[in-house]
Nanobody
Framework: QVQLVESGGGLVQAGGSLRLSCAAS????????MGWFRQAPGKEREFVAA?????YYADSMKGRFTISRDNAKSTVYLQMNSLKPEDTAIYYC?????????????????WGQGTQVTVSS
């Protein structure tokens, strides 16, 4: 069993930065693929980035978002720079243990409760 708790969301002006954190419990963290997804009102959940040893990004996030992890702290981070109003969404942390497909929400076994990110123009 893995429990995930996100933090770091908030209100920021366009062009600003935020760093999201996701603290995980459970002994399997170091071997899990950790992902970030987001969901804006009225839209489907969207893949943002994922990491195990290497990282993988949605094309629209490359260059602005950076995913990283600290296995000693069982925490995964999402550094978001040059934020835009269209980045406004609830951001979710997720973990998967078995699939090799990182960009599909349905492949993830565990989810956090989400953290709201609002970017004002």
């Amino acid at each position: 069993q893995v429990q995930l708790v996100e933090s770091g969301g908030g209100l920021v002006q366009a062009g600003g930065s935020l760093r999201l954190s996701c603290a995980a419990s459970g002994r399997t963290f170091s071997s899990a693929v950790m992902g970030w997804f987001r969901q804006a009102p009225g839209k489907e959940r969207e893949f943002v980035a994922a990491i195990r040893i290497s990282s993988y990004y949605a094309d629209s996030m490359k260059g602005r978002f950076t995913i990283s992890r600290d296995n000693a702290k069982s925490t995964v981070y999402l550094q978001m720079n040059s934020l835009k109003p269209e980045d406004t969404a609830i951001y979710y942390c997720a973990a998967q243990l078995r699939s090799s497909i990182w960009s599909e929400a349905g492949k993830y076994d565990y989810w956090g409760q989400g953290t709201q990110v609002t970017v004002s123009s």
